[in-house]
């Protein structure tokens, strides 16, 4: 298939799904929230629809109709990054970052999603893909959890050979000790261990416990210990824990910018990236190229199923967060989706595109947005 084929058609939905946390709610340290949303693109062209979408507030479905939706119609289909150049720039004035960012990323797995399957191939196929499956580590561990579903959820993942589990930690620090004794405990030690403050602490505070969680529960990992917001802060924590354990952040990059002041101030050990937040397929391929030049692995945030895809293609591929909102609701909304097998995810290589189909009727029950 060489001749251009239009996309004829976008439409945006938008699906809110309530969380399965203790009274409804899932805390981490600095958040507390009741559902999720998933902002869902159909995009229709040659005969074929594609789909994709991010995780954010249904005002993200509003942005994408308003700005982005003009500009995909009547593009070419076979194309999707010269779209996404055209979004990024139309979005400059309305807020490139956040809403705008994520918007992009929407319509951008949409337009990929809708190639792969006008040209009959999965769409690991269609990149410069290194890998043929992603790593995963379970994630979950919201610091309301009691202390035997905690880990009882980590302990389970570990059973189904995922070799890494992480737990969110730091909103009330002085009940970290218990909690992490009950989850090394359950999943053993043969288990990587990672914790995730949210950017809770102060750089004092991300030093003192930092170092706690590597010499009394061999933490390897310590996500946001400080905000993302402050690289020097994140680079302070890093320089007092030389890497035990791996000070890490960057899942709240939207342009490539984001992920370039987290490496020019040397705040990482492991860098991150949100395939549904940094520009979609498109954003993450140059994210991948940033980390490769600056000689770091990249680890995927979230979004299973659309990442596993996405992130074959990354060159320094370290793994992907398997987080329990995202595959319960992909799993509730969507067909197709993938279960770790070893420790890792591999694309469907007999299925096109993402290899996803919306259950329209199990999905109708959570619409806030959309036809």
């Known amino acids: ?48 629809t594609g789909i994709g979408y991010t995780y954010a507030d249904v005002s993200t479905a509003v942005f994408a109709e308003s700005k982005l939706v003009p500009l995909a119609v009547g593009a070419d289909a076979l194309a999707p990054p010269a779209v996404w150049q055209r979004m990024r720039r139309a979005t400059r004035n309305a807020g490139q970052p956040g809403a705008g960012a994520m918007a992009v990323s929407a319509v951008d797995h949409a337009l990929w999603d809708l190639k792969a399957r006008l040209l009959e191939l999965p769409v690991v196929d269609l990149l410069p893909s290194f890998h043929d499956r992603v790593p995963v580590y379970g994630s979950g561990g919201f610091t309301n959890y009691p202390l035997d579903r905690l880990a009882d ?40 261990l990672f914790a995730d403050a949210n ?5 004092t505070e991300a030093v003192h416990w ?30 007092h824990t030389a890497g035990r354990p791996e000070i890490t952040a960057g899942e709240y990059g939207y342009l490539l910018t984001d992920f370039a002041t987290l490496l020019e101030a040397d705040a990482v050990d492991c860098l991150q990236a949100d395939i549904t937040r940094c520009g979609g397929i498109t954003g993450l391929l140059q994210v991948a190229g940033l980390a490769a030049a600056h000689d770091i692995d990249l680890s995927g945030h979230c979004a299973p199923a659309l990442s596993a895809h996405g992130f074959c293609a990354v060159d320094r591929l370290r793994h992907l967060e398997y987080f329990h909102d995202h595959v319960r609701l992909e799993g509730m909304l ?24 919306v259950r329209w009727a199990d999905a109708e029950r959570y619409r806030v947005h959309g036809p």
């Open 210 to 239: 930092a170092r706690r969680f590597a010499e009394e529960w061999d933490v390897r990992w310590f996500e946001e210990p400080v905000s993302s917001l402050n690289p020097r802060g994140l680079r302070t924590v890093r320089e």
């Open 1 to 48: 298939m060489t001749d251009p084929v239009q996309v004829d058609h976008l439409a945006v939905h938008a699906f809110t799904v309530p969380t399965d946390g203790p009274d409804g709610t899932e805390q981490d340290g600095t958040l507390e929230w009741d559902s999720t949303t998933m902002v869902l693109v159909e995009a229709r062209g040659g005969g074929r």
């Open 199 to 203: 950017g809770a602490l102060n750089r």
């Open 153 to 192: 959820q980590l302990s389970g993942w570990a059973a189904q050979g995922i070799p890494r589990v992480k737990l969110k930690t730091s909103r009330h620090p002085d009940q970290d000790p218990e909690r992490l004794r009950a989850v090394r405990r359950a999943v053993g030690d043969d288990t990587e």
């Open 334 to 357: 969507l067909d197709g989706t993938l279960r770790p097998e070893g420790g890792a995810l591999r694309p469907d290589r007999d299925r096109p595109g993402f290899g996803l189909d």
